[in-house]
Every structure is written in structure tokens, then in C-alpha cells.
């Protein structure tokens, strides 16, 4: 299945802390040609509650793809991919590590604990904007996505 043949917008959890990227990946999202739905939560505690329809969270859309920094209040997001990846019900969607760090330890560690790809954030505007922009396309044009089996 790919994002075209839902008939509706893409869903997108971006988890993140930083106001400042989570405005720069609204801006990219927004000026790109796909229709999506961003939600955002910013520690991985809401994370969790997001996906597993939570409290506040009881209605949120299962998301076709999720941006995940690594570097989280109350839970690490090296725990939340843990998490994702070890539940039946949300293990195929993908999951996009966004991190600032370089450190091979950390990209080893999320493709250990089965993110789909690892993506070091850019500091330049220009360049963020179209690492955003390139995930929307390849994961929503070009990959095949299974159904939810929800």
C-alpha cells in the first residue's frame, strides 16, 4: 500500500523537544506537495500514550510514519524505538531516527533496535527543509507500507 491509495492525508508523529525543529519540519511538511497530518509530542512518554491511544492521546490516528529524535525528556528515544519495534501492533510502522548526534554508537544502536533509517539533522535551514521534504517523499511515494493490523 502506498500513501496515495489511503485516500486521506499521510499521518506523521514527529517526537521532538526542540520548538525550533519541530517548526522547521511543520514549514517543510507544509510547503511540500503531500497532504499530512503532523502531530507532535515532545518526550517519549506522550509518545507511547500517542500510539498506544492513551489518556488525552485515546482518539490519535495510527501513524503512517514516525520521526523520532533520539534525545527525549522522560523517556530516551532509543526506549520508545524499543518500545515500537517490540509491539506486534505498531512494529511495521517506520520509524525515522532525526538526531543531531554523529556518534556511530547511536546509529548502530537504532538500526540494533530496527529504526528504518537513521537521519543526522541538519544545522543549515535550507539543507533541514529538504531532508524533511526527501523522508516525505521516499516513504510516502516510492515505499510500499503494509496496512495497519490494527
Known sequence: MD???LGRPANFLLVEDNPGDVRLTQE???SHKVKNNLHVVADGEEAMAFLLKQGKHKD???PDIIL???NLPKKDGREVLAEIKSNHGLKTIPV???SSSEAEQDIIKSYDLNANCYVTKPVNFDQFIKV???INDFWLTIVKLP???E
Open 147 to 149: 496496512s495497519s493490523f
Open 60 to 62: 490519535a490516528p495510527r
Open 3 to 5: 500513501i496515495d491509495s
Open 28 to 30: 517543510a511538511l507544509k
Open 96 to 98: 525515522v531516527i532525526i
Open 68 to 70: 523520532l529524535d533520539l
Open 132 to 134: 524533511v521534504q526527501s
